[in-house]
């Protein structure tokens, strides 16, 4: 059993002659809030995947929440919580039905999970649109819907693959206070973006390019390393390279 | 103790089992009762295609413009041009004329077919030796062409009757089954076949295609749940309806076609119940390959429609078919259903003549889920 919450030894993923991931050495602790930065294609959402036992690695050894990611799937999936970038919702289902779905498959039982619900709907402000379809809600709520769906078993490690992506600047300001407020209740936040400015706000992060990572540490760390004001000019320092 | 703690293993298993699938059925009910398409699909579309093509495929041909050039004149002969006046087939047109005419009335497309009779027929109708008559048929299209000389002989026949001729021997063909030679009664059963084919495959293909296109089945397969239960749950659902579907259009077949249901309906039931499951299946397997819905869609269609249309006994017996397609028909899951839905409404065989194909249909049953299930597994890869 580690300490880590998320580690790799050297994870890869081919597909054909493609190498989309390779080499990648990560060691993520407990309640850190680490972010995966790199243009779109670089490989994170791979990356990603292979993490939460959606795609079987080509190479390299992993490890979600002390679990093998080979071998034992199941046990990760128990205890992690996965939003994906196109938020995953039902679009013809009402909140509460979404909700009730994604509980239920995660074997939370029902007068809980009916409390569960109520709580959230009135978290969320999706009171009003209780009985309308996904499809009809703003962006903003849908994305803490999905979120909210993502937490209902109380994961302890929380894969965000792009969550702010198309959402307005305030909207993301919020959705980060809430992934602050998890890491506060100890969860572990993976969180993979390609807006450097949310890269300041992770405990770490590391900058993937074509697969590989190539630079890692905290954002006070890799600007003081590059001599770079922000984040977005380390990245495209980097990138040029 | 062993014993104790397996079995102890295999309920819990279930169990929790059943409590995942829930979630995943009661899903798949909203979906499709907020889904237009769907619903279309699930109630309009089999009602409309049997009806369609019911009237569509119509083998018989009536009002065949039959052209009469009568040179005897004669009360006999009279009586011949009006027994197929008196034929529901016939409409007589071009009394008189030559037979140089006639050539020219088939290229106009003014007749299909000619009866020529011979100056001496009042003679020899009541001589001893047979009376000819001629015939001419158009057989631009062999097919009416066939259906035309059988019609004519038909009529001959029961003139003959009429008068009492006693030919030096007699062939006296009873047609079983299906003595009106009512087409309906060939091809209805076999369209049930082929919509409840088509309709099923569609059915499964598209749920799976959706989740898969709208990013929804990733979220899923994140979970815990394994995927032999999200395939139980999401076609249990359609067992109900696609079962339904099969009642509506044998009642349709029965009552608006009238095509007899002679053997044990509780045997047609369970038949089509485990067709349907076999359709659902095949659906299932094509959705292991499709991405997007169109696909599934195109998928579904191109594998059930012309392979059942084709290869499966509903219009083309297999048995005139080349050795190697005779192959590839036992692959066709509609080539075990025929048998049993013709035999049990039209012939009334009991499950003592039909257990082979009954059998194969499980069979076939199986194979597809655990080849579906399989591949499901193997494109987690999502």
Same mark, same amino acid.
């Given at each position: 059993?580690?300490?880590?919450?998320? @580690?790799?030894?050297?994870?890869?993923?081919?597909?054909?002659?493609?190498?989309?991931?390779?080499?990648?050495?990560?060691?993520?602790?407990?309640?850190?809030?680490?972010?995966?930065?790199?243009?779109?294609?670089?490989?994170?959402?791979?990356?990603?995947? $292979?993490?939460?036992?959606?795609?079987?690695?080509?190479?390299?050894?992993?490890?979600?929440?002390?679990?093998?990611?080979?071998? =034992?799937?199941?046990?990760?999936? !128990?205890?992690?919580?996965?939003?994906?970038?196109?938020?995953?919702?039902?679009?013809?289902?009402?909140?509460?039905?979404?909700?009730?779905?994604?509980?239920?498959?995660?074997?939370?039982?029902? @007068?809980?999970?009916?409390?569960?619900?109520?709580?959230?709907?009135? =978290?969320?402000?999706?009171?009003?649109?209780?009985?309308?379809?996904?499809?009809?809600?703003?962006?903003?709520? +849908?994305?803490?819907?999905?979120?909210?769906?993502?937490?209902?078993?109380?994961?302890?490690?929380?894969?965000?693959?792009?969550?702010?992506?198309?959402?307005?600047?305030?909207?993301?300001?919020?959705?980060?206070?809430?992934?602050?407020?998890?890491?506060?209740?100890?969860?572990?936040?993976?969180?993979?973006?390609?807006?450097?400015?949310?890269?300041?706000?992770?405990?770490?992060?590391?900058? $993937?390019? @074509?697969?590989?990572?190539?630079?890692?540490?905290?954002? @006070?760390?890799?600007?003081?390393?590059?001599? +770079?004001?922000?984040? !977005? =000019?380390?990245?495209?320092?980097?990138?040029?390279? | %103790? #062993?014993?104790?703690?397996?079995?102890?293993?295999?309920?819990?298993?279930?169990?929790?089992?059943?409590?995942?699938?829930?979630?995943?059925?009661?899903?798949?009910?909203?979906? #499709?009762?907020?889904?237009?398409?769907?619903?279309?699909?699930?109630?309009?579309?089999?009602?409309?295609?049997?009806?369609?093509?019911?009237? *569509?495929?119509?083998?018989?041909?009536?009002?065949?413009?039959? *052209?009469?050039?009568?040179?005897?004149?004669?009360?006999?002969?009279?009586?011949? &041009?009006?027994?197929?006046?008196?034929?529901?087939?016939?409409?007589?047109?071009?009394?008189?004329?030559?037979?140089?005419?006639?050539?020219?009335?088939?290229?106009?497309?003014?007749?299909?077919?000619?009866?020529?009779?011979?100056?001496?027929?009042?003679?020899?109708? /009541?001589?001893?030796?047979?009376?000819? &008559?001629?015939?001419?048929?158009?057989?631009?299209?062999? /097919?009416?062409?066939?259906?035309?000389?059988?019609?004519? /002989?038909?009529?001959?026949?029961?003139?003959?009757?009429?008068?009492?001729?006693? *030919?030096?021997?007699?062939?006296?063909?009873?047609?079983?089954?299906?003595?009106?030679?009512?087409?309906?009664?060939?091809?209805?059963?076999?369209?049930?076949?082929?919509?409840?084919?088509?309709?099923?495959?569609?059915?499964?293909?598209?749920?799976?295609?959706?989740?898969?296109?709208?990013?929804? %089945?990733?979220?899923?397969?994140?979970?815990? #749940?394994?995927?032999?239960?999200?395939?139980?749950?999401?076609?249990?659902?359609?067992?109900?309806?696609?079962?339904?579907?099969?009642?509506? #259009?044998?009642?349709?077949?029965?009552?608006?076609?009238?095509?007899?249901?002679?053997?044990?309906?509780?045997?047609?039931?369970?038949?089509?119940?485990?067709?349907?499951? &076999?359709?659902?299946?095949?659906?299932?397997?094509?959705?292991?390959?499709?991405?997007?819905?169109? &696909?599934?869609?195109?998928?579904?269609? %191109?594998?059930?429609?012309?392979?059942?249309?084709?290869?499966?006994?509903?219009?083309?017996?297999?048995?005139?078919?080349?050795?190697?397609?005779?192959?590839?028909?036992?692959?066709?899951?509609?080539?075990?259903?025929?048998?049993?839905?013709?035999?049990?409404?039209?012939?009334?065989?009991?499950?003592?003549?039909?257990?082979?194909?009954?059998?194969?249909?499980?069979?076939?049953?199986?194979?597809?889920?655990?080849?579906?299930?399989?591949?499901?597994?193997?494109?987690?890869?999502?």
């Amino acid at each position: 059993m580690s300490e880590y919450a998320v @580690q790799t030894q050297n994870l890869g993923k081919r597909f054909g002659k493609f190498e989309a991931v390779k080499n990648l050495n990560l060691a993520v602790s407990a309640g850190e809030i680490f972010g995966f930065l790199g243009a779109n294609g670089a490989g994170k959402t791979t990356a990603i995947r $292979m993490l939460c036992g959606l795609l079987l690695p080509s190479s390299g050894a992993g490890q979600v929440a002390g679990f093998d990611i080979y071998k =034992e799937n199941e046990k990760i999936k !128990q205890r992690i919580g996965y939003m994906s970038q196109k938020f995953s919702l039902y679009e013809d289902l009402t909140p509460a039905e979404n909700i009730e779905f994604y509980g239920g498959v995660y074997g939370l039982k029902r @007068q809980p999970l009916l409390k569960k619900r109520a709580a959230l709907l009135e =978290e969320l402000g999706l009171v009003v649109h209780a009985n309308m379809t996904t499809r009809s809600l703003p962006l903003g709520f +849908k994305q803490r819907l999905a979120l909210s769906c993502a937490l209902l078993h109380d994961p302890s490690i929380v894969f965000l693959d792009e969550p702010t992506g198309g959402v307005d600047p305030e909207a993301r300001r919020n959705f980060w206070d809430l992934i602050y407020h998890m890491a506060q209740q100890g969860k572990t936040i993976f969180v993979t973006t390609h807006y450097m400015d949310e890269a300041e706000y992770c405990n770490r992060v590391s900058i $993937m390019y @074509q697969g590989e990572i190539i630079a890692l540490g905290s954002p @006070q760390e890799l600007k003081r390393k590059f001599g +770079k004001a922000s984040m !977005q =000019e380390v990245f495209i320092h980097l990138v040029d390279r | %103790m #062993i014993y104790g703690l397996r079995f102890t293993y295999h309920v819990l298993r279930i169990t929790t089992m059943s409590s995942r699938i829930i979630p995943i059925i009661r899903k798949e009910f909203i979906h #499709i009762r907020r889904d237009f398409r769907t619903l279309i699909i699930i109630f309009f579309m089999p009602v409309f295609m049997l009806l369609m093509y019911g009237y *569509a495929i119509n083998m018989e041909i009536q009002n065949i413009d039959l *052209a009469v050039i009568d040179h005897s004149n004669s009360p006999a002969s009279r009586e011949l &041009v009006a027994a197929f006046q008196g034929s529901r087939f016939f409409t007589l047109t071009d009394f008189g004329g030559s037979e140089s005419g006639i050539e020219k009335l088939f290229q106009q497309r003014q007749a299909k077919a000619a009866l020529i009779i011979p100056p001496d027929f009042s003679r020899t109708i /009541n001589g001893p030796l047979p009376a000819a &008559v001629q015939v001419l048929i158009d057989a631009g299209d062999s /097919n009416t062409a066939q259906l035309i000389q059988n019609y004519i /002989n038909g009529v001959l026949q029961t003139y003959n009757a009429g008068r009492g001729v006693a *030919a030096p021997f007699e062939v006296r063909t009873t047609i079983r089954y299906n003595p009106g030679l009512k087409s309906a009664y060939f091809f209805v059963p076999g369209l049930v076949a082929l919509i409840l084919m088509m309709i099923s495959a569609l059915l499964t293909s598209l749920t799976i295609a959706r989740e898969k296109e709208t990013g929804t %089945m990733e979220q899923i397969l994140v979970s815990p #749940i394994r995927p032999i239960e999200i395939i139980i749950g999401k076609v249990v659902p359609y067992i109900f309806l696609a079962f339904a579907d099969g009642i509506l #259009i044998l009642l349709v077949a029965r009552f608006w076609f009238n095509v007899p249901v002679i053997g044990d309906l509780v045997l047609i039931l369970v038949a089509c119940l485990l067709y349907v499951c &076999v359709a659902l299946a095949f659906g299932l397997l094509i959705s292991t390959r499709a991405r997007t819905q169109q &696909v599934a869609m195109m998928g579904a269609l %191109m594998g059930t429609l012309l392979p059942t249309v084709m290869l499966s006994g509903f219009i083309f017996p297999i048995a005139s078919m080349p050795k190697v397609l005779q192959l590839v028909t036992y692959l066709i899951p509609a080539r075990y259903f025929l048998p049993v839905i013709r035999g049990v409404m039209l012939k009334g065989n009991t499950i003592f003549h039909l257990w082979a194909q009954i059998g194969a249909l499980v069979l076939m049953g199986i194979v597809f889920l655990a080849i579906s299930a399989k591949r499901f597994k193997m494109r987690l890869e999502v």
